[in-house]
């Protein structure tokens, strides 16, 4: 596997060695000792999996405090676009963004550390996205922020259709908000 750093401290995308042939193809999408080796101190505890239709827009959340959630996300059928934003106040990349096209044709992962905000738009006819996690989701602990944000400036691709939002995404907290209760360490 390829470990690639980005312009955000904490955000690896990961590349994995596809081997096809006529019959199909074979990759390791995880192993532990390679992956200690490039991201230590993470332990995943959970497996989850989403199926979206094309437009479902899934975001932007985090959990605070001792809930938080470090993040391995990969798509295993169609195509979306993810977005992991550093909401760290302390971090010199606080506020920015990063958007990577995950797909099963590509089979690039990201790993999103604690303290991001995360989410993705569903760009195929649908998607299997699958995710591990070094944290039970608590619900108490969640906020949501509002994709579109002026503040965060996120560029959301056109999917060709309308937005399926879900009640909590298109109720969610600006981005000032969230700041808020991110400060006061409290949901």
């Known amino acids: 596997m390829e470990f690639i750093k980005t312009d ?3 955000v690896v995308l990961i590349r994995p060695v596809k081997h096809g042939d006529a019959r199909g193809y074979f990759m390791e999408t995880f192993k532990q000792a390679e992956f200690d080796a490039a991201i230590p101190g993470v332990n995943f505890v959970q497996a989850n999996e989403s199926l979206s239709s094309r437009g479902v827009l ?22 979306v676009v993810d977005v992991a934003v550093d909401m760290r106040p302390d971090s010199p990349t606080f506020g920015r ?3 990577v096209e995950l797909s099963e044709d590509n089979a690039m992962q990201m790993f999103v550390p604690r303290g991001f905000a995360h989410g993705f738009i569903v ?10 996690v070094d944290n039970v989701y608590a619900p108490q602990a ?12 996120v560029n959301w691709p056109d999917p060709g259709c309308e937005l399926l939002l879900s009640a909590r995404d298109s109720g969610a907290l600006s981005f000032d908000q969230a700041m808020e209760l991110i400060k006061r360490g409290e949901k």
């Open 58 to 79: 899934r975001g932007l959340h985090m959990q605070l405090g001792e809930w938080s959630q470090a993040k391995l996300v990969r798509v295993s059928r169609g195509k």
């Open 142 to 153: 969640e906020i949501t922020i509002r994709f579109d944000d002026p503040t965060l400036a």
């Open 8 to 10: 955000i401290e904490g």
């Open 97 to 99: 963004h990063i958007a």
């Open 123 to 132: 760009l195929s006819d649908i998607a299997q996205f699958q995710y591990r």
